[in-house]
């Protein structure tokens, strides 16, 4: 990925994933936190770069945030400084691994194992035989089915027999089919499922015993793993995953950080959880003041984000502070019209992205925004607009608005403010008019 000087290029580089350790020099922008903040003393991130390099046990965090407000990027980030510092980091990205409607807290333990044993690899760390053979006959005795599945063109059940077993490499392999079985196959998924639920204090003994391996080949500093994507999870669904199993996944003896919903945040459960992790919020790039201003420098701070990817004057007059506006701040809302414009403009083979361009894309994001809402919701966000942007009564509605990214919230001071577009659909319905009736 390079800067890139046309229109036809402009994909390359707006893509919603997040920026990768080779790619940080080049396009990260690393003065965001004061204007997500408010102080640039104050950031969730550094907090938990501080928990992972801590010597004391269990230091399990869970890291809110608005889909799209560019976690993965910092936590990307945050992976490689720990690295730069000789500890060892393994992010694990959920969505690829698991179906995420369907995810049980189980799911998370076997991936962590995996997550672990890579590590162990990757830092040449000898894990002695009996160690490797209680990993192996923890899965390997739950049916002769796994034993006799081909695993990148090596069936267990021979490789075994081949007189290389307890392996590192062949426990490895064993993981790669128990990850395929978990996504694609119910059967062997609830079997796997069970094995954890019925013997899981077993199993954590074995993570905690690998980690130790690990902390001392790497001079003390614990090995740390990162759950991405766990913010995507409808609220049931991470209720049944955390708030079930608070004590389980927090009692790691390394550091694991999970990504969840903000939007839970606002549920009266959420107090239960605070006991069991250190939780940590990373707020929205702020563009509006809570009076309604505009904020310049929080602008231009996104500004900066997109200059870093794409010359401006690929943007013509006032089209990339419209696309910023218009967005609320979410970087993820922002890239995803900027695309858009620009298909638009390069079907035109026209050099540069005009307004009108601009306007197509912002109509088909705010088209899709309203699908997620309902006249009866009308009432509960004018009233936010109206300026009951810090208290707000009804925390269920409040949820699901924000699990819809339809309200949006912004720190230092906490509060909220709807979605500019859908302040746009409002007006167009001639229901702004009545805010102060």
């Known amino acids: 990925?390079?800067?890139v000087n046309q229109v036809s290029e402009i994909l390359n580089v707006f893509s919603p994933a997040p920026l990768q350790e080779s790619q940080m020099a080049e396009f990260y922008?690393?003065?965001?936190?004061q204007y997500r903040t408010s102080d640039k003393y104050i950031s969730p991130i550094e907090d938990i770069f501080d928990i992972c390099r801590m010597p004391e046990e269990n230091n399990a965090c869970l890291l809110l945030g608005h889909r799209g407000c560019g976690k993965s990027t910092e936590l990307n980030r945050m992976a490689e400084r720990l690295h730069e510092q000789g500890y060892p980091v393994k992010i694990i990205h959920c969505s690829k691994d698991l179906d995420l409607l369907s995810i049980v807290h189980s799911d998370l333990f076997i991936l962590m194992g995996e997550a672990l044993l890579k590590i162990a690899d990757k830092v040449g760390c000898v894990i002695e035989k009996q160690l490797l053979e209680e990993i192996e006959d923890f899965w390997m005795e739950r049916t002769e089915t796994v034993t006799s599945q081909e695993v990148e063109g090596i069936s267990l059940g021979t490789e075994a027999s081949a007189g290389v077993k307890w392996s590192l490499a062949s426990i490895l392999s064993i993981f790669a089919q128990i990850k395929t079985d978990l996504k694609f196959n119910e059967e062997t998924?609830?079997?796997y499922r069970r094995k954890i639920q019925i013997r899981s204090s077993e199993w954590i003994r074995i993570l905690g015993a690998v980690a130790d391996k690990i902390t001392d080949k790497t001079d003390g500093k614990r090995p740390i793993v990162i759950f991405e994507d766990l913010d995507r999870l409808n609220p049931e669904d991470a209720w049944t995953v955390f708030y079930n199993y608070a004590a389980i996944l927090s009692g790691m003896k390394f550091p694991v950080i999970y990504t969840f919903p903000i939007a839970l945040s606002y549920d009266k459960r959420f107090s239960a959880m605070e006991s069991y992790f250190i939780t940590k919020t990373l707020p929205m790039i702020k563009i509006?003041?809570?009076d309604g201003q505009p904020f310049a420098e929080g602008i231009a701070v996104i500004r900066e984000i997109v200059e870093k990817r794409a010359n401006p004057a690929l943007f013509k007059n006032d089209v990339l502070d419209k696309l910023i506006q218009y967005t609320g701040g979410s970087l993820r809302d922002l890239f995803r019209v900027i695309n858009a414009a620009a298909k638009r403009a390069e079907r035109r083979d026209s050099a540069s992205i005009d307004m009108e361009d601009a306007?197509?894309?912002?109509?088909?994001?705010?088209?899709?925004?309203?699908?997620?809402?309902e006249q009866k919701d009308y009432p509960f966000l004018l009233n936010i607009i109206q300026g009951n942007k810090e208290r707000i009564e009804d925390k269920e509605q409040l949820l699901n608005m924000l699990q819809a990214t339809v309200v949006l919230e912004y720190n230092g001071k906490r509060w909220h403010n709807v979605h500019p577009l859908v302040v746009e659909f409002l007006k167009g319905q001639g229901l702004m008019e009545d805010v102060g009736e």
């Not at 922008?29 to 936190?33: G, L, Q, V």
């Not at 306007?359 to 309203?370: I, M, Q």
């Open 1 to 3: 990925m390079k800067k």
């Open 29 to 33: 922008c690393k003065d965001t936190m």
């Open 189 to 191: 998924r609830q079997e």
């Open 288 to 290: 509006e003041k809570i």
């Open 359 to 373: 306007d197509y894309a912002l109509e088909e994001e705010k088209t899709s925004l309203t699908r997620r809402i």
